[in-house]
């Protein structure tokens, strides 16, 4: 029995990128071997363990034969006869295809080391095309490796083109296609991902709702993600970045000559963010925020000039005293937005975020205890504390016009 590092392990050690997960293969393996070695096992359609002391996964040596539809049509051979050649040969990327023993040897029967080298994304074999996911996959690895110059090659471009004229695309389910959203937005160039899946035409396919924003307007990709790409360079957060997305998306509807954004087309734009947030199986804490973005675009546009009435409603519907950072969140996207509108010389690049959280303190400054203490009860304690929180925004908005 040998045991091998494999995946994205070998190929970000060669890469000098951060190590996150460390898989192993293991060949010449049975499952009773690994279990008498102590070893849990998981997962249903092909036998994967878990090492008690380090948590890593080590997955048997196996074959795939392409069996249905989707990513999972496929049986799997795990018979200790199964060669390491073999198992790397069912993987997506020749830069994925690269094992490592325990001498620290390499083998690498695809060329996965020279496609490093020459930054090349490339299928293993003509099979890539068996797997759906690998169009996703491809396009996040794109989105991962940018920032090297990484790009994909045309042989295997035109594969991922196969896979969306065979129609085999709709049998990815919601969940999936999200796990895989999910990791692309955590790269440093999320936009990269849904750009590449434009380009191969996937897009349409995934995201129905917000291709039909593209073809109505004939409006560049490009055009929609500069929100997002603006939004990833000072975020990590995920939610902040899928708002980011939707948010270039109404941009354009807003920004159309002889179109005019009113209450109904923000019902729309929220239809729309309802439908894929469903049928993707998004989590809640996602929509939420990105339904809350979307809601109040037109009002933080026009943020200075928004009664004190409206602006302690704006804090209570995005809940800020449970989510304070949403303030913070929110400001990025429309500060992101101004800065590519403008100069970041000619403007405050933060106007949005310095306007909120101040307005946010002035309200917090407003003690509830000393309205208490003052002999109110019920309701009228709540009518009071508004009384004060609108007064105390009003004198502060006249200081800042007076400056």
């Known amino acids: 029995m040998e045991i091998y590092l494999v995946g994205g392990a070998v190929r970000n050690k060669i890469l000098n990128l951060p190590l996150k997960d460390k898989d192993w293969v293991v060949v010449g393996g049975t499952p009773q071997q690994m279990l008498d070695l102590g070893y849990k096992q998981v997962g249903r359609d092909f036998p994967v363990f878990i090492n008690p002391k380090t948590h890593e996964e080590y997955a048997l040596a196996r074959t795939e034969r392409k069996t249905g539809h989707g990513y999972n049509g496929f049986i799997c051979d795990t018979a200790p006869n199964v060669t390491l050649q073999q198992d790397l040969a069912r993987r997506d990327l020749t830069i994925n295809a690269i094992a490592q023993d325990q001498h620290g040897l390499y083998y690498d029967p695809y060329g996965g080391c020279i496609d490093l080298y020459e930054r090349r994304l490339r299928h293993v074999s003509p099979a890539f095309n068996e797997d759906p996911l690998r169009v996703l996959r491809v396009a996040r690895f794109a989105a991962f490796l940018t920032h090297l110059n990484f790009r994909i090659s045309d042989k295997t471009f035109s594969l991922m083109k196969e896979i969306v004229n065979s129609g085999e695309l709709v049998f990815l389910t919601g969940p999936r296609v999200w796990k895989e959203i999910e990791n692309a937005l955590k790269t440093n160039y999320p936009q990269v991902f849904f750009k590449v899946l434009r380009d191969c035409g996937a897009f349409s396919i995934l995201f129905p709702e ?184 009003i004198d502060w908005k006249r200081l800042k016009k007076n400056k």
């Not at 360079?233 to 939707?246: G, I, W």
């Not at 199986?281 to 026009?302: A, C, G």
């Not at 917090?364 to 508004?386: A, C, H, P, T």
């Open 210 to 393: 917000l291709d039909s924003i593209l073809n109505i307007f004939n409006v560049r990709i490009d055009d929609a993600l500069k929100t997002l790409a603006n939004v990833s360079q000072y975020s990590l957060n995920l939610e902040t970045r899928f708002a980011a997305l939707f948010y270039g998306f109404n941009k354009i509807l807003r920004l159309r000559e002889n179109f005019i954004f009113n209450n109904q087309d923000e019902m729309l734009g929220i239809h729309k963010i309802n439908q894929l947030c469903k049928r993707l199986n998004v989590p809640n804490s996602f929509r939420n925020f990105t339904l809350l973005v979307t809601e109040f675009h037109e009002i933080i546009n026009n943020v200075q000039y928004m009664s004190s009435n409206k602006l302690i409603h704006f804090f209570k519907r995005m809940d800020a005293r449970r989510h304070p950072l949403r303030i913070q969140q929110i400001s990025l996207i429309f500060d992101s937005e101004t800065n590519t509108k403008y100069p970041i010389c000619e403007i405050n690049s933060n106007i949005y975020k310095e306007y909120l959280s101040d307005a946010w303190k002035v309200i917090n400054s407003i003690s509830v205890q000393e309205i208490v203490r003052s002999g109110l009860i019920g309701k009228n304690i709540g009518d009071e504390l508004l009384r004060r929180q609108n007064l105390a925004l």
